[in-house]
Structure formats: structure tokens, C-alpha cells
């Protein structure tokens, strides 16, 4: 059976480094977008499409909004969540909201292209999340242990389903010079910054490469790759 052209679907690709890495990938593959609410550009030949993965009616209508028969697919989740509060204070419905879109709808949509991946044997599903959300910080508790256990998710799964190649691994970002980055003051963005050892933010292409890599790559399955100048 004849593959068509492989179509890397974006989870959030709202933010800035999404709309930046949607202008990198739009000529190459066929490129699908999720988004709930800021819409991004809209580019030639890219699809976009608006969901809200908080809600179960929406993320079961997914494999409806989408025609993957016989093409390869690439999944970015770059959706998330972050609601900053001391553990104390954290409320029921908070933990379900932040756990609802940073790991199971993810899980979710995950469960929904498996089919189509083993049938073609081959999968690519990229996690990006954070060092800092890997470390852990004062009140970010509800984050920090989301994106972690959806790490856990992409390890266990890689072991399940690597005999398809289809690969599962997360790229840990630093800080890049876009979104909440930009929004901290002066003061706050050169503490960060002295905390890198190169003290520069990340250029997006690295992200890019790391996407790519990790697109080619039948081998590397199951990993944590950090993008941060090496501050962790």
C-alpha cells in the first residue's frame, strides 16, 4: 500500500514557539493544527482547527476532523496548561482541569492514531514539556506532576509499541526568547539568564533539529532530551 505524504499534527500550536515551528514544517509535510484559543496564522496548505481538550464531546470528534487513512503521521503535543499556586491551596477541580489537558487528552488523541500507525508501521509521537517542570519549583505543583506523568506515559508506551516503529520521546525545553519569557521584567529575564551557561536563550531551529532528528530517527525511542543551553 502506497503511503501518501506524512502529516505532522500540532497539539497547541497557539504559542509562539508553535506558530514559529508550524512556518519551518509547512512546505515539508502535510501539517495539521489544534488550537482552543488564540488561532494561529493561517498558512498555505495548513490545516487548522479549533478544540477544546477539556472537553470529552470535542476530543472524541477528533478522528472526524482529520482524514489520516494510509499517511504516515508525526503528533507534537505542545498543548498545556499552568496554573501557579502553593499545594495548599489547590483545588479539586484545578487538578482535574491541569491533568485533563496536559496528560489525558494527550493519552487520548495517542489512543486514536495508534491504529493507523501500527496498520503503517511506523508513528512518530513527540512530548514537549519543560526542565523547569521537570525539576519542580514552588507552586507548580499542579504542572510539574502533570507533565511528568505524561512522561511516564511516553516511556511505558515506547516499550509497548516499538516492534511497529513507532517511537515515543520528549523534548525538555529551556527558556526561548518567546511567550512567557518575554512577559517576565528585565530583572527577572537576566536571573534566568545567568543560570545558563551560555546565558542566551534557545534559537527555535534548535527545536526544529530536535523534531527532525527525532523524526528520522527509528532508534531513539523511549528518551528525554534536554534543550536548554545546559541549565539543567
Do not use: H
Not at 503503517?120 to 504542572?143: A, E, P
Not at 518567546?178 to 545567568?194: A, P, Q, T, V
Amino acid at each position: 500500500m502506497r503511503l501518501k505524504k506524512p502529516t505532522i499534527i500540532f497539539l497547541g500550536g497557539s504559542s509562539g514557539i508553535g506558530r514559529e515551528l508550524i512556518k519551518f514544517f509547512n512546505n515539508k509535510y502535510q501539517v495539521i493544527v489544534f488550537y482552543n484559543k488564540n488561532k494561529p496564522k493561517v498558512l498555505k496548505k495548513c490545516k487548522i482547527i479549533k478544540m477544546d481538550f477539556n472537553k470529552d464531546k470535542e476530543l472524541n470528534s477528533f478522528s472526524k476532523k482529520i482524514n489520516l487513512k494510509n499517511s504516515r503521521i508525526i503528533l507534537v503535543n505542545l498543548s498545556s496548561i499552568k496554573i501557579d499556586k502553593i499545594s495548599l491551596f489547590i483545588n479539586e477541580n484545578e487538578l482535574k482541569k491541569t491533568f485533563k489537558i496536559n496528560t489525558f487528552a494527550f493519552l487520548k488523541i495517542i489512543q486514536i492514531l495508534l491504529p493507523n500507525m501500527m496498520k503503517n508501521n511506523w508513528g512518530r509521537i513527540i512530548n514537549v514539556s519543560s526542565t523547569g517542570g521537570s525539576l519542580g519549583d514552588k507552586g507548580t505543583l499542579l504542572y510539574s506532576s502533570s507533565k511528568n506523568a505524561t512522561e511516564s506515559i511516553m516511556k511505558i508506551m515506547s516499550k509497548e509499541y516499538g516492534k511497529f516503529n513507532i517511537t515515543f520521546n520528549t523534548l525538555k525545553l529551556g527558556n526561548f526568547n518567546f511567550g512567557l519569557f518575554k512577559k517576565l521584567n528585565k530583572s527577572l529575564r537576566d536571573e534566568i539568564l545567568k543560570k545558563i551557561p551560555s546565558q542566551k536563550t534557545g534559537n527555535i531551529r534548535n527545536i526544529y533539529n530536535a523534531l527532525e532528528f527525532l523524526v528520522k530517527s527509528e532508534y531513539v525511542n523511549g528518551s528525554s532530551i534536554n534543550i536548554d543551553g545546559g541549565m539543567n
